[in-house]
């Protein structure tokens, strides 16, 4: 599973943030909580419903105009019992951010900041709507939204998460087969070590050297899919985030190419001229990738 990075998603809310709040405005406004007296079975029906067209809806429940929570926390069933790591019924969340701007607030309906909730330890917004029950009371209905979730939903991006886990499975598998190629060139350069000293061959060096470098390519190679694809997050609506694939990619390439075409000259240089045009064919297109690579990084570059 890749890690969470919340980093991007705080990043997305402060791009998106006036879409969110009135989106999340939206929701809880559209709920008549002084008509269905917020008991705890209505939650649960509510909660339910909500999350049926709202995937990122996690909790909801009543606090009173003290800031007591007067309802058990309504949960959708993507967030079980064990997720929630503190009491509901009876709480005191007078000290709560959201609590504080929904009592200070004119406006019907408040939206918070990102936080990260004490009930499920993930990014969540909060949104509040305050109400007066049928007794003439004033209470306030909040709603929990995952900030992942709402950002996955805004993208779109819900059926590519789902099957993201299978990519990443192969990617993986991969990444680590290239990796393991790697390692079994690198044994054979040190191999090849050992015949070079005891046979007193010293242009059998070049062997050593071929192996090592073509080790080293596709190791990093390998290590860039496993970090591209597997470990990190990957924000594909971003062009920063392909730019960074693709030199990373690219890079590995020139750096190979080049040493080969070194390679190649310097064994001309030792009485093989016959592979004298291959090498400098080799460093031409190793040059030609290098441009292209710079003509690409600064046209996306000014793009963003």
């Known amino acids: 599973m890749t890690p969470r990075n919340y980093l991007y998603l705080l990043k997305k809310y402060d791009e998106y943030q006036p879409q969110i709040e009135r989106l999340l405005e939206s929701i809880v406004t559209s709920l008549s909580p002084n008509k269905f007296g917020a008991s705890n079975e209505q939650l649960k029906e509510i909660v339910g419903r909500l999350h049926e067209s709202y995937p990122f809806v996690e909790l909801i ?13 309504a949960a959708s069933p993507t967030v079980p019992d064990p997720k929630r790591r503190e009491p509901g019924f009876g709480s005191d969340r007078s000290n709560r951010v959201y609590y504080a701007r929904a009592r200070d607030n004119i406006a019907p309906a408040t939206v918070t900041q990102p936080y990260l909730s004490s009930a499920t330890h993930q990014l969540a917004i909060s949104a509040v709507q305050r109400f007066v029950d049928p007794e003439g009371a004033t209470r306030y209905l909040v709603i929990n939204f995952n900030l992942e979730k709402l950002i996955t939903f805004l993208n779109g991006d819900s ?21 393991l190629v790697s390692c079994l060139l690198l044994f054979t350069a040190g191999s090849s070590i050992f015949e070079v000293v005891n046979e007193h061959t010293p242009t059998q060096a070049f062997k050593f050297v071929i192996l090592v470098t073509l080790g080293l390519a596709i190791f990093d190679l390998g290590k860039t899919i496993l970090e591209e694809e597997v470990l990190l997050h990957k924000d594909i609506h971003h062009t920063g985030s392909t730019r960074r694939t693709i ?58």
Do not use: W
């Open 61 to 73: 429940y009543c606090l009173d105009d003290q800031g007591v929570q007067i309802t058990e926390s």
């Open 247 to 304: 030199s990373r990619f690219m890079s590995a390439i020139v750096i190979a190419v080049s040493i080969e075409s070194l390679l190649l000259m310097f064994k001309s240089l030792l009485g093989d001229a016959t592979h004298l045009n291959s090498a400098v064919l080799m460093l031409f297109a190793a040059v030609a990738l290098l441009v292209g690579l710079g003509v690409y990084l600064k046209l996306t570059s000014e793009k963003e």
């Open 159 to 179: 059926l590519r998460r789902m099957v993201h886990p299978f990519f990443q499975v192969i990617y993986g598998i991969i990444g680590g087969m290239l990796v």
